[in-house]
């Protein structure tokens, strides 16, 4: 009995290690490419206090987090993974992200509300910071809605995937 009770702790031992490693071996790339944008964004910005770091893979992968400015204001950094080009846009200066549910809802009728996050979209081969909000329809479908961060105009919408 002594023996089971020990093969036991050993196997259960034995997976909380692998997934342990499964799981860090997961987030590392996340977390260098935050150290890498922290980095970066320190480097060619006059901000500090880095925050709410994501990955953003639209037309380009782009490193999207929050700093603060002089005056303790949250700016949103914008940052393109391939080539390193930088957008900051100081948040008062934009559109909420209510706001731009609120230009989703005039237009579509939305079942749920998957995610909305700040992202880029690319129009006529200019990318624009823009939230991206991405819902399901009753029929299942999934579908993503991109409204200008500056204008609060809608960029343009990918339905029925």
């Known amino acids: 009995m002594k023996k089971w009770m020990l093969l036991g702790i050993l196997f ?48 380009e992968t782009y490193y999207v987090m929050t700093g603060k400015n002089a005056g303790q204001e949250d700016v949103y950094v914008w940052i393109n993974e391939k080539n390193g080009d930088l957008i900051t846009k100081v948040a008062k200066n934009g559109i909420t992200q209510k706001e731009a549910l609120t230009k989703l809802y005039q237009e579509k009728q939305p079942d749920e509300i998957i995610a909305i ?17 991405y819902y399901r329809k009753n029929s299942g479908t999934i579908n ?18």
Request: proline fraction near 2%; glycine fraction near 4%.
């Open 12 to 59: 259960v031992a034995i997976m909380i290690g692998i997934v342990v490693n499964v799981y860090l071996n997961a987030v590392e790339p996340v977390s260098v490419a935050e150290k890498k944008a922290v980095e970066i964004a320190a480097k060619e910005t006059y901000l500090s206090d880095f925050t709410d770091f994501k990955l953003y893979s639209g037309e």
């Open 117 to 133: 996050r700040l992202g880029m979209s690319r129009i006529q081969m200019t990318d624009r910071p823009a939230w991206e909000i």
């Open 144 to 161: 993503y809605y991109y409204v200008d961060f500056e204008t609060g105009e809608k960029l343009r919408a990918i339905d029925n995937l």
